[in-house]
């Protein structure tokens, strides 16, 4: 087991605006390349706890002081999962965790519960044999049975159910089921290299569409934003339609749904995670309206009312820029530039009150700046 890594603070100024605040930057661990991190409270003492993954593991880090839990192995493999998500698959009140590598296929680590939590490694369980070179793990309640559901992309397009994409429920049996329910929506028709999921009502009749960014090379037919319309009471065997945003978008990857100008239409927000620049789509002519075009790499992207104003704004980290910012939201859709740190990079970003003091924080999983970190919201 690695030594301990203490506990760090940062403090970095916004840089954009004359009534900058400051927020603390935390380090959790400086480990090496990390793509994912997740925050839940596995042990019960209502601080949040993370989940990261790098260096050919899965492994928990306990607050305050980040102590290390290896929870999962993968023997032979250098680095981590590529995306992972949270949520209680056996329902038994606490989160478990799911994730793959991103050549592999995804599965689930059942927790113990709080008293066993932080003592050994968690079972670990196949989600599906098949879908292969995941990029994102999106939980999210697609059949309106008020259990959250996995979609899960499959990355490469020569192997598993290549150029397609599913959502996934868990069988009643899960114990003994070889593996979840699969349902197929994007079916051979997200080719291009599908990465980051989000999943939201667009039309307004109670069920969730399921959006991707496809990023292109090396994959062919790329550069696209897309959403797919959710069948409704058709059920799962429902077809779904594919509406595409925009063609033409170099290395499109996350699209995430919100009311951004405050019109009561839900929205797109959207990152190209692999060239530049954050965008938003405004329904229902889905004309695209530029948050940031200078970013690079971008290839995290979060939304959350981090003000608490009442509207939704925006954050992300390019890799390429090693830019943390934060997109201040005027409620009609124009966002002013909140730059948080520098020499920073990124693969997922996530939205959450770490501190438990009711403003949301960022959790970053630092990629190429091999750690894992979280920036404090000043917001008292």
Same mark, same amino acid.
């Given at each position: ?257 919100? +009311?951004?100008? /405050? #019109? @009561?239409?839900? !929205? ?6 692999? =060239?530049?620049? *954050?965008? $938003? ?71 959450? +009150?770490?501190? /438990? #003091? @009711?403003?949301? !924080? ?6 190429? =700046?091999?750690? *894992?970190? $979280? ?6």
């Amino acid at each position: 087991m690695k030594a301990l890594i203490p506990l760090v603070i940062v403090l970095i100024a916004l840089t954009d605006n004359a009534s900058a605040q400051t927020w603390k930057k935390h380090t959790v661990t400086e480990q090496g390349h990390c793509n994912t991190a997740v925050a839940m409270d596995a042990n019960g003492d209502r601080h949040l706890d993370v989940i990261a993954s790098m260096n050919g593991k899965v492994s928990l880090f306990i607050a305050p002081d980040w102590k290390e839990i290896i929870l999962h192995r993968f023997p032979g493999e250098k680095r981590g999962c590529i995306h992972s998500a949270v949520l209680d698959v056996d329902g038994d009140g606490d989160l478990d965790w799911a994730g793959a590598l991103a050549h592999g296929h995804p599965f689930w680590l059942e927790n113990p519960g709080k008293e066993k939590a932080q003592n050994a490694a968690w079972t670990a369980r196949v989600i599906d044999h098949e879908i292969t070179g995941i990029h994102c793990i999106l939980a999210s309640d697609i059949n309106n049975d008020g259990k959250l559901d996995l979609v899960i992309n499959n990355f490469l397009p020569d192997k598993g159910i290549g150029d397609s994409i599913a959502w996934f429920s868990v069988p009643k049996d899960w114990k003994n089921a070889k593996q979840w329910d699969r349902h197929v929506f994007a079916n051979g028709d997200a080719r291009g290299g599908s990465h980051y999921m989000g999943a939201g009502d667009i039309d307004g009749d109670g069920w969730k569409e399921i959006a991707v960014g496809a990023k292109g090379k090396p994959f062919e037919d790329g550069n696209w934003f897309a959403y797919w319309t959710n069948p409704g009471k058709a059920g799962v065997k429902g077809a779904w339609k594919k509406t595409i945003l925009a063609e033409n978008q170099l290395a499109a990857t996350n699209i995430l749904p919100a +009311d951004v100008n /405050g #019109d @009561g239409k839900v !929205d797109w927000v959207a990152s190209r995670g692999h =060239s530049a620049g *954050v965008i $938003w789509f405004g329904a229902p002519d889905w004309k695209i309206n530029e948050i940031d075009p200078d970013i690079k790499q971008p290839h995290s992207l979060t939304l959350a009312d981090h003000d608490q104003d009442g509207d939704i704004d925006a954050a992300s980290c390019g890799y390429g820029s090693e830019w943390v910012r934060w997109y201040e939201n005027d409620g009609k859709g124009k966002f002013t530039i909140h730059t948080l740190d520098k020499g920073q990079q990124s693969y997922d970003l996530r939205s959450i +009150d770490m501190d /438990g #003091d @009711g403003d949301l !924080d960022l959790l970053n999983a630092g990629r190429g =700046s091999k750690n *894992v970190v $979280w920036y404090e919201n000043p917001l008292k």
